[in-house]
């Protein structure tokens, strides 16, 4: 049997392995892909059009805010409507997800919204400017809680110092999660990362800013008794 070699990647392209996510199956209600329809022409950005320029693509030099993995992007509609006055970047891989995202935009008149339907890590790579953005968002990422799947977590030193090397000194990086475990695995990451600062008073976790809304799903944990951290680090260098 003859060896197959495996084509070596262009220069830039990734050696990409563990991804934080499987893609789930799912179809696109009516309304979703109406939406999809109507909004992407304005609101969804492409991974192969490479870097965008924010200023352009907005229309005006406003702080920029950018969320992976929205889930179907409640929370982050909510926020774009509560703050006019900064321009908003949302990822997520889950198709349908991005379909009640934009539908959600129309419902609220949201006109500072951008979406990519892509893994967030290739977009922070290829589409986003260095020193660029004010505030990267992470709520609730996937805990993949059994061991042998830790490495799949989004929160990893790689990807941190991406996110650092993307907001502009000074810039917060968000994270929230309700899996106490990952909350005390991103403590730690972030602690050993250079460049970050933690805001948190007691250097751990600081209180639900006013900023993130409660989701649905986080109030039903917390009727539960679940427990939700959440940690803003702010890039010092
Ligand atoms: C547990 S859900 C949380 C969704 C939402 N943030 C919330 O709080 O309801 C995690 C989401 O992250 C998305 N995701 C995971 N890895 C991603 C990646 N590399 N790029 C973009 N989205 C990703 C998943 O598709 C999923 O929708």
Aim: hydrophobic share 35%.
């Amino acid at each position: 049997m003859t060896e197959v070699q495996k084509p070596e990647l262009p220069e830039g392209k990734h050696h990409r392995r563990v991804r934080s996510y499987v893609k789930r199956e799912g179809r696109m209600t009516k309304g979703q892909a109406r939406a999809m329809e109507i909004y992407w022409p304005t609101m969804g950005l492409e991974h192969g059009n490479g870097l965008v320029d924010l200023a352009e693509e907005f229309g005006r030099d406003a702080p920029v805010v950018l969320e992976i993995g929205f889930g179907m992007g409640k929370s982050l509609v909510e926020m774009a409507a509560a703050e006019p006055d900064k321009d908003f970047i949302g990822i997520e891989v889950h198709g349908p997800g991005v379909g009640a995202c934009l539908m959600a935009a129309e419902e609220q008149e949201v006109k500072n919204l951008r979406v990519f339907e892509h893994d967030a890590v290739e977009i922070l790579a290829d589409c986003i400017k260095d020193e660029s953005l004010d505030r990267v968002q992470l709520y609730f990422p996937d805990p993949w809680h059994k061991k042998r799947h830790h490495k799949r977590r989004i929160v990893q030193p790689e990807f941190i110092e991406t996110v650092r090397r993307k907001l502009k000194v000074g810039g917060v990086f968000h994270m929230a999660t309700d899996w106490e475990h990952y909350s005390e695995h991103m403590l730690e990451e972030m602690n050993e990362a250079p460049g970050f600062t933690n805001t948190a008073a007691d250097g751990t976790f600081v209180p639900r800013p006013d900023f993130r809304p409660l989701t649905k799903f986080e109030a039903r944990g917390q009727r539960l008794g679940h427990g939700v951290w959440d940690l803003i680090f702010a890039r010092s260098e």
